[in-house]
């Protein structure tokens, strides 16, 4: 059963074709992905679908039997509203059968005709049919999960991780049978992700999705397509199996074009060789001549940035907090945090929205005051801040001219120094679109912007705030990269936990009440001890409850051994490496020592070397903590 054909459809914006003559369609119980670099069309075939934009050709057809909902990037709704009002303005068939049998009963109440009752008695049976009457009870069990509590509050007074929720709420209470959503998981954070994703896997319902979070992707969906080249490409599988079949299907490409053009030489040499008087069998090898060079003469698009910046040297003395205090009336957002920052860190920061993680990025590098403590700068810290807000500028400024504020020229690492339009084509800008005004491009294309005039100020301490958000996977995947190897500080705040478990090599976890805790480790290693800890405070509280003969007995001794094992086995494995790092470091020793090295080889052996103590010194510290805990 299709809820949804797509056929032939196209559509193109003056002279940039965004998609032509593509077709898919959405069955029942699938679960599919939608990916494209950003400015391909994504939001624009969404917005087709629901009807707010119209396609050049092809046709769309959503089964009329069926509820379908749309889940909009930004939320929008009517600032005056109560959030339950919001709610309730859903279309579907509970919450309409709902509107008529209230209407009806204050009508059958004024009025005891047949024609009344009649149209009484039949919105009553709907809601029966409809089960509506439990509809309430799901409204507040949904609410509750997505932390809504109070729902007399006004839609203005809200944050964006808040109507985020909302509109998740807007759309799960009406229980459709078909959801398009476009990036659900932007502005909610962790724990409401991994929620969101238990509850579309246990209600089955169908989806379309368009999404950057590579987690959700391969947790959610069982089929993906790619808009490429204007061209839609089916994949049955998650994003992992779609990585795979994406690198077969590009090798498959290449090694089709390097034929192309292997068939193509030697057709053109014919051609050249043949007298102007053909013959019918030669006129046929002519046609078919203009089909290969037709394809010959196609150009792989590579969709790749680079990111290489140059980055300011960074001294001995980086960062230091020293029992800082902060504070928004009664709630403690900071409580004498202290921390010294060492070179090369790269921390993620965790927690519930409003715990305080942004205010903390602003106290760092002095944007916003606090209350009590101390924070000492290195001289040499040069902040880069990539800020949820993106970028402040006036849109009718073309490219071009808005990199030119930053300089004519920028230098990068390797020495070489770049003119600002050939640094835009190397952030995948490419010269026929640097004279488009900004206004113009798509939603990640004004994110990929700000992230380029971030990085070309040369910071060697960066500070990112929700940076995957709107990015496409192409773009996160390169900004992975230079991340990993980026040799100064980073400090992270994401919802993204795939991004920050390649990057993180530490968590700042806001526990609430101004109290953070510092884990050594990614996010899901954090993840899984948080999970740990959670499980041993239920044991303990089922303790607590048990009476009191039962508590001379009790498992609280097995509790203590659960959770000495669990540290104890920590403990070994980072033993193990210690030993390991610690002969790897001698070894490097020794061969420095020798004295037959050339330059290069120094070089190499240098780096490693400073590698090895870096990740000794990581591995001892964690060593430490795990030994104090």
């Not at 809820?3 to 002279?15: C, E, H, P, R, T």
């Not at 400024?397 to 070489?416: C, H």
């Not at 290069?600 to 103590?613: G, H, P, Y």
Request: net charge negative; glycine share 6%.
């Amino acid at each position: 059963m299709n809820f949804l054909i797509v056929d032939s459809l196209s559509k193109s914006f003056a002279d940039k074709v965004l998609f032509k003559k593509i077709s898919f369609s959405i069955e029942k119980g699938d679960r599919l992905a939608l990916i494209a670099k950003n400015g391909a069309g994504k939001s624009t075939l969404l917005k087709i679908l629901e009807g707010k934009e119209t396609a050049d050709a092809g046709r769309i057809q959503f089964d009329k039997n069926i509820d379908t909902c749309f889940l909009h990037q930004e939320p929008n709704f009517l600032p005056d509203d109560s959030v339950m009002e919001a709610l309730m303005r859903g279309e579907t068939k509970a919450t309409k059968a709902i509107k008529n049998y209230q209407h009806w009963q204050e009508k059958a109440n004024h009025d005891d005709s047949v024609s009344t009752l009649t149209q009484f008695e039949l919105a009553l049976n709907t809601m029966n049919e409809l089960d509506a009457w439990d509809y309430e009870n799901q409204v507040e069990q949904i609410l509750s999960n997505l932390k809504i509590t109070n729902t007399e509050q006004k839609i203005n007074t809200l944050s964006g991780g808040q109507k985020k929720r909302v509109a998740i709420a807007q759309i799960l209470v009406q229980s459709p049978d078909f959801i398009v959503m476009d990036e659900p998981t932007n502005h909610l954070d962790m724990e409401m992700i991994e929620w969101l994703e238990e509850y579309l896997q246990s209600k089955k319902i169908t989806l379309l999705i368009v999404t950057h979070d590579r987690y959700f992707l391969d947790n959610i969906c069982t089929k993906i397509i790619e808009l490429d080249n204007h061209q839609i490409y089916p994949y049955k599988g998650n994003f992992s199996y779609y990585l795979e079949r994406k690198a077969e299907r590009e090798m498959m490409e290449a090694s089709e074009l390097e034929k192309a053009k292997n068939v193509f030489r030697r057709e053109l040499d014919w051609i050249r060789k043949q007298p102007k008087a053909r013959t019918v069998k030669s006129k046929s090898r002519v046609d078919a001549f203009v089909a290969v060079e037709e394809k010959a003469r196609q150009k792989k698009v590579v969709d790749k940035i680079n990111l290489e910046v140059k980055m300011s040297r960074l001294g001995g003395k980086i960062l230091e907090l020293i029992k800082i205090k902060k504070s928004f009336g009664d709630k403690i957002i900071l409580d004498q945090f202290t921390y010294t920052f060492k070179g090369g860190e790269k921390i993620g920061i965790v927690g519930k929205n409003g715990m305080g993680k942004t205010t903390l990025l602003n106290i760092v590098q002095g944007t916003e005051t606090f209350d009590g403590g101390k924070i000492q700068t290195g001289e040499t810290v040069l902040f880069g801040y990539y800020s949820q807000k993106g970028l402040e500028i006036k849109e009718d400024m073309r490219l071009i001219e808005y990199v030119k504020n930053f300089g004519e020229f920028i230098p990068l690492a390797n020495g070489v120094t770049l003119s600002a339009s050939q640094l835009l084509t190397r952030f995948n800008f490419p010269p026929e679109q640097q004279y488009s005004f900004i206004s113009k491009l798509s939603g990640g294309e004004k994110r990929r912007l700000y992230l380029m005039t971030i990085l070309i100020t040369n910071p060697n301490f960066l500070i990112l705030d929700e940076p995957t958000n709107d990015l496409d996977i192409i773009t996160l995947q390169t900004l992975e990269e230079f991340l990993i190897h980026f040799k100064g500080c980073i400090l992270i705040v994401s919802h993204d936990r795939y991004f920050m478990d390649r990057i993180c090599d530490s968590i700042f976890s806001f526990e609430g009440n101004g109290i953070i805790k510092n884990f050594p480790g990614n996010y899901s290693e954090y993840r899984e001890w948080k999970d740990e800890e959670e499980e041993l405070e239920k044991e303990r509280q089922r303790d607590e409850q048990k009476p009191a003969q039962s508590k001379s007995v009790s498992s609280s001794p097995i509790t203590e051994e659960k959770r000495s094992y669990q540290i104890q086995r920590k403990i070994d494995e980072l033993e193990k490496e210690i030993a390991t790092l610690e002969s790897e470091k001698t070894n490097l020793q020794q061969d420095l020592a020798k004295q037959d090295l050339d330059y290069e080889r120094i070089q190499q052996l240098s780096e490693a070397f400073a590698l090895c103590t870096k990740q000794l010194e990581e591995k001892t510290n964690a060593w430490l903590v795990l030994q104090e805990s």
